[in-house]
């Protein structure tokens, strides 16, 4: 049976899982107005979407899987669960007002909310007992609303804030929620026939991207306290030089802090220090 996958059709969530996808060794449209593809290699079908449907159409069984955003998924409440977290297209949602007017989340109690994500607030405010004055769904900019009179506060997605302090605003209270990209499938149902190994292949590319594979030489006499800096996933790869005395070492080690590790290893004594992507792996 066919595996059939929703995916965004536009923006950077439609970007990055296209990236991981075909790291991943799945075919991916060339033309941004295809709307299906299918993967006959791989028993895969895509289904390229608006990125607000996803959830709607994997908790409804009409597909299996999708990614899409956290916040979407949320908003939705559609009945779908997240079965891995992605690591891209992060964001945070949090209320704004005008600058020094309010202090914390409470503060929104008897006031007029303006959001795109009407879904997320509502969760938000019924879970800590605050009753607000309304909540109105506005598609698009929501900075402007204040000033027109529409609301009192806003609940959106945060990057710099630099956009609502032009508008006069500031950041308020706890974060309503921190956003990324999640594959998702149907809430309560078995994994359909072929997802395991499609979440093993993203799993795969994920845990590449976060590692390199780091290759030195090094005399025996030093190598256990080489082995304390690159332990490796499980154990590191040891086998002897020519060089009477040394041994070469392989091991996966996290990319961040990769350089300062070399720097500690040549102090160490290590020579051939040696740094390379991985592009999967399974573990």
Same mark, same amino acid.
């Given at each position: ?9 536009? &923006? ?18 060339d033309d941004s107005k295809q709307l299906t593809l299918i993967d006959t290699d791989n028993d895969v079908e895509f289904f390229y979407l608006r990125p607000r449907d996803i959830a709607l159409y994997v908790g409804e069984g009409t597909l299996d899987v999708g990614i899409t ?50 879904? $997320? ?24 609303? $204040? ?6 506060? $806003? ?12 508008? &006069? ?34 799993? &795969? ?8 594979m780091m290759d030195y030489d090094i005399a025996e006499a030093d190598l256990d306290r080489a082995v304390e800096l690159t332990p490796g996933i499980e154990s590191p790869t040891i086998a002897p030089l020519s060089r009477e005395g040394w041994v070469a070492v392989r091991a ?20 051939? $220090? ?10």
């Amino acid at each position: 049976m066919t595996l059939k996958i929703a995916i965004p059709n536009k &923006g950077s969530l439609a970007q990055s899982a296209s990236e991981i996808l075909r790291e991943s060794g799945y075919r991916q449209r060339d033309d941004s107005k295809q709307l299906t593809l299918i993967d006959t290699d791989n028993d895969v079908e895509f289904f390229y979407l608006r990125p607000r449907d996803i959830a709607l159409y994997v908790g409804e069984g009409t597909l299996d899987v999708g990614i899409t955003g956290r916040d979407l998924l949320r908003d939705s409440g559609a009945k779908a669960d997240e079965a891995l977290t992605l690591g891209f297209g992060r964001s945070t949602f949090r209320f704004a007002g005008p600058a020094g007017r309010y202090t914390d989340a409470a503060d929104v109690a008897g006031k007029r909310i303006a959001t795109s994500y009407v879904g $997320i607030v509502q969760a938000f405010l019924e879970e800590r007992g605050i009753e607000a004055g309304g909540v109105t769904r506005l598609d698009g900019a929501v900075e402007t609303s $204040i000033q027109l009179g529409v609301a009192d506060v $806003i609940a959106d997605v945060v990057e710099t804030g630099a956009t609502l302090r032009a508008a &006069g605003l500031e950041t308020f209270g706890e974060p309503l929620l921190q956003s990324e990209a999640v594959l998702i499938t149907r809430a309560g149902a078995d994994h359909p026939a072929g997802f395991e190994v499609f979440r093993r292949r993203i799993e &795969g590319v994920l845990v590449a991207r976060g590692y390199v594979m780091m290759d030195y030489d090094i005399a025996e006499a030093d190598l256990d306290r080489a082995v304390e800096l690159t332990p490796g996933i499980e154990s590191p790869t040891i086998a002897p030089l020519s060089r009477e005395g040394w041994v070469a070492v392989r091991a996966m080690v996290p990319r961040a802090g990769g350089q300062r590790l070399m720097d500690e290893l040549w102090d160490l004594g290590a020579r051939g $220090i040696l740094l390379t992507d991985i592009h999967a792996c399974r573990l």
